[in-house]
């Protein structure tokens, strides 16, 4: 591509982020508290889910204007990390650390029932994702060079560790980082994939490892989150971004993205790069993206491409509603956001 065309095409690209930049803004609707909250789940525009630390499981069934916070009875001392929720009365959440944990609620969090327990050492539970209200599935660290994998087919009353024998192997120092429950995502029926960090970063799909260029080679390095656009096809294949970088660093743009419209065979970097470490990326529409992290939130308009940066205020995770359009983020101190679309 010539000289001239490419920078034809960046400015292009500056100027289109330019003039819609303003329209995009966060609005905080709740901060203060004890708990950092990295578990999210956004039913529909009215009804979110979150969970974090110190056993807290927040619910809001008023699009964000008030949240009714739940300290999980017996459960005080763990970190939920990820939370799945289907409606105002039932949710699953998933602890981080031994022993692996999984509890459901059918009645709106007033009481809370353990439906996976693992006390193996090393047990250390990183997302789960679920495909529908029955199938789901939880990934977890390695154990004895394995990633951990256990599926549902109840709707997650009950977990099937997948056998020994079957589950992904992992280099050595390659883990995942359970940073917003977003490490691994449903890719169609039945099917799902996931990112991992560290010295080595990849994405895993089916019986495939291919690597991602992406930041790696130390602990703190590598994928965090992955998005799938369920409704843009390109040359017949899904719309995959990644994001991750350097927490230890987190300020620093390096290699902390990457694009694939071939549903994953092969990866960029983008154009323009988010700002700073990011622990959660989102599909809006079949374009539009926002990724966060505690460097801020950052917005694309072009599947990830170029990136803008909207806010400085530290977020870990953002997901958008599963029937609807809201977008809620939340992170440190208790505060849950809202991005503001006009």
Not at 11 to 32: R, T, V
Not at 189 to 197: I, L, N, P, T
Not at 204 to 211: E, L, S
């Amino acid at each position: 591509m010539p000289a001239k065309m490419k920078l034809f095409i960046v400015l292009s690209i500056f100027i289109s982020i330019e003039k819609n930049s303003h329209a995009q803004k966060i609005e905080i609707l709740a901060y203060g508290s004890k708990t950092s909250i990295r578990g999210l789940s956004v039913v529909n525009n009215k009804l979110a889910w979150a969970s974090g630390s110190n056993g807290a499981v927040a619910k809001s069934t008023d699009g964000g204007k008030t949240w009714k916070w739940i300290t999980v009875k017996n459960f005080e001392q763990r970190d939920f990390r990820d939370i799945e929720a289907f409606d105002s009365k039932t949710a699953i959440i998933m602890a981080v650390g031994e022993p692996a944990l999984i509890l459901k609620t059918n009645d709106g969090g007033e009481t809370w029932k353990t439906v996976y327990a693992d006390s193996a050492k090393g047990m250390f539970l990183d997302a789960m994702e679920f495909w529908n209200r029955d199938s789901g599935i939880v990934i977890g660290d390695p154990i004895e060079g394995k990633f951990f994998v256990a599926r549902s087919f109840d709707g997650g009353n009950s977990w099937h560790k997948i056998p020994f024998a079957e589950l992904p192997a992992a280099d050595s120092g390659e883990a995942c980082f359970a940073a917003s429950g977003t490490n691994v995502r449903a890719l169609g029926r039945g099917e799902a994939c996931f990112v991992s960090g560290g010295l080595y970063s990849r994405i895993f799909i089916r019986d495939k490892k291919i690597d991602l260029p992406v930041l790696q080679g130390k602990s703190t390095t590598g994928a965090n989150s992955v998005a799938v656009s369920d409704n843009r096809k390109l040359k017949g294949a899904q719309h995959l971004v990644v994001v991750g970088g350097d927490f230890s660093n987190d300020t620093s743009s390096e290699k902390n993205c990457a694009i694939s419209n071939d549903g994953g065979k092969t990866w960029a970097g983008p154009l323009h790069a988010p700002q700073g470490y990011k622990s959660c990326v989102e599909f809006i529409t079949k374009n539009n993206l926002i990724a966060c992290g505690t460097s801020g939130v950052d917005i694309s308009r072009d599947g990830g491409t170029a990136w803008q940066h909207i806010s400085a205020e530290s977020f870990h995770v953002c997901r958008k509603a599963k029937k609807g359009n809201a977008v809620f983020l939340a992170g440190a101190n208790g505060q849950i956001a809202r991005l503001i679309q006009q």
